[in-house]
C-alpha cells in the first residue's frame, strides 16, 4: 500500500505560475505574504496530512462512526483517533488560515486555503469534510450574520473549537427546497425550531465542545416556495451568558446513514424539537435564508470540486507505487519485470497524471478569482469545477483500480475505496445536473453568455501563443484550437436554440459543462507548458519537473481534450430523441 506525499512541487508551480500569486497578493495589500511563505505553509501541511491524517483514512474506512447515548439523548461518538487529529489541526491554527483578523484569523488569500484543503481531502477526505463544511459556515455567518452573532460564534469557529454543519436535506425536501416543513417559531430573543434534515454531514460528534448548525427554515408568515425560507443558527449546547456552552439545545443526530463511501464521515439524521423546541438565532433578514445558505453552498461546491482533485490524487499516487511493484511479465533472459512497461498501463497513468494536474490548475485558478473579487468569473467557474472535476474523478479513481487489476478489487489493496468514496462528489452540494442547469442558465443564458464569452476571449489569446510554440505541440495546440471552436460554437448553439426550444437548455447541458471543463483544463495545461518552457530556457526551476510538466500538458491537450468535440456533437443533436419517447415506453 502506497503512502501519501503532498505534490508539492505542482501547487507551487500552479500558484506562482499560473495563478502569480505573489502579484495577487500586492493586489489585496498583502505585500507580507508571498509564494516562499505559502510553500512553507503547504510543506507544513503535507506533514500533518501524510503523518497523521492519512494512516487514519483506512481505520475510518473499517471502524465507522457509531451511535452512543450522551448528554441526556443520542449522540455520535467518531471514529478513534479522529479527535487527537482534529486537536492537532487546530493546534496547529489550520481552521483560521483565511479567517478574517478581527475574529481570529490569519487573513491568507483563499487560494492558499484552497491548496491546504487538498491537502486534508488528499489524505483523509471523511475528515476534511468536517473542516470543509466548518468553512462554509463561516462564509455564510461572515457576509450575513448580525454583529451579536458573529462576535458570539465566529472566532471560535475560525479557531476549530466549534465546528459548523449545513442542514438543507429534508426527506420530502432533495433539491426542491421550497418543500422544506422544518417550522421556526418565535419565542423571546430566539426561535423555536422543529424539523428533521437528512444527509447532514458530521452533524453529531464528540471531538468538540459545541457544533454550531446551520438550518433552513420557515416562519409562520413564511410565503410559499423558496421565498418563505429563513436560515437560522442552531447551536449543539446553548450559550451562557459568558459565551461559553451550557444547556444541550434540543436537536440531535437520531440515526446515522450507511454509506458507500467516506465511512469514516458520520452522516446524519437530526432531529430538531423533539422536546419542545431547539433554540435558534435568525441569521440576516427573515425569508431569505436560501441565498444566505448559497453563500455557503457555493464556497462548498468549489470545495467539492477539489475533493475530485484529491480523491483522484490519492488514487493516483496508490495507482503509481502499485505499477512500480507488481512484476507481470517475463525478459528473454528470465528476468521479470513490471506493469509499468506496458504501454497501456502507462496510458492510464498518464490520464490519472496529466488531469489531475489539469484539475488542480483549474481549482486553484478558479480559488484565485475569488481573492480578486472577480464574481462574474468565480461564479463561472463554480459549477464547472464542481461538476467536471467530480465525474473525472470518477474515471480516475476507476482507472486506479484497473490498474490494480483483480487486486483493485479486494478491499486490503486500499484501491477500491478511493474508488467508493469519490462516489458521493458527484451527488452532495448539487448533482451534476443541478451544477449543469447553473451553468447554462443562471451562468450563461441570464447574462447573455457575457461572462462565458470573456473566459473564450481569454482563452483565444493564450492559445494563440501555444499554437506559435510548434514543435512537441503541434498536435497539441491543434486540438486546442478545435476545443475552443467547439466551446465558441456550443455557446452561441445554447444562446440561439434556447428561445426556440425549452428543453435544450438541460439537454444539453451536462454536455456543454463537460466540454469547458475539458476545455478550461487544456487552456491551463497549455499555460503550464508555455511557462514551463520558458523557465526551462532561461535555466530556472527543477529541470526534471518543468521536462515532466511538458510531456503531461502534451498529454492532456492530444488525449483528454479532443473529448469536447464528442460533447459538442451531442449538444448539437439536441432534445429531440432525449424527449421523444413516452414515459410508459421507459
Known sequence: MSDYTHPLADAEFVLNELVDFDKLCADMGQEDINGELASVILAEAGKLG?????????????QHPSMIDKDGGPGVQETAGFAQAYQEYVEGGWASLTGAEEFGGQNLPNVLGSAVNEVWHTSNMAFALCPL????????????????????YLPKMLSGEWPGTMNLTEPDAGTDLAAVK????????????????????WGDHQMTDNIVHLVLARLP??????????LFIVPKFNLDENGAPAERNDAYCVSLEHKMGIHGSPTCVMSFGDNGGAKGYLVGEAHKGLSYMFTMMNHARQGVGLQGLAISEASYQHALGYAKERLQGTNKDGSRFTIMKFPDVRRMLMQMKSSTEAMRALCLVAAAEIDRGNGARSELFTPIVKGWCTELSQELTYLGTQIHGGMG???ETGSAQFYRDA?????????????????????????????LGALLDEIATDLAKFDAMGGQFTLAAQQCKTALECGIAARQWLLDTAAQDRNAPGSASVNFMMLFGYLCGGWLMAKS?????????????NSE??????????????????????????IQAGSESIMALPEDAF
Open 50 to 62: 501524510s503523518g497523521v491524517l492519512a494512516p487514519l483514512n483506512k481505520v475510518g474506512d473499517l
Open 133 to 152: 463544511l466548518s468553512q462554509g459556515a463561516i462564509e455564510s455567518i461572515s457576509h450575513h450574520g448580525s454583529e451579536h452573532l458573529q462576535q458570539s
Open 182 to 201: 422544518t417550522k421556526a417559531v418565535p419565542n423571546d430573543d430566539h426561535y423555536l425550531i422543529t424539523g428533521q434534515k437528512i444527509y447532514i454531514t
Open 221 to 230: 408568515d413564511a410565503p410559499a416556495g423558496v421565498k418563505g425560507i429563513s
Open 409 to 411: 478489487f479486494i478491499e
Open 423 to 451: 462516489r458521493i462528489l458527484t451527488i452532495y452540494e448539487g448533482t451534476t445536473g443541478v451544477q449543469a442547469l447553473d451553468l447554462v442558465g443562471r451562468k450563461t443564458l441570464v447574462n447573455k453568455g457575457e461572462a
Open 529 to 541: 507548458a508555455m511557462q514551463a518552457k520558458a523557465k526551462l530556457d532561461a535555466g530556472e526551476g
Open 545 to 570: 519537473f518543468l521536462n515532466a510538466k511538458l510531456i503531461s500538458a502534451q498529454f492532456f491537450c492530444e488525449h483528454m481534450v479532443v473529448r469536447t468535440q464528442a460533447c459538442f456533437a451531442s
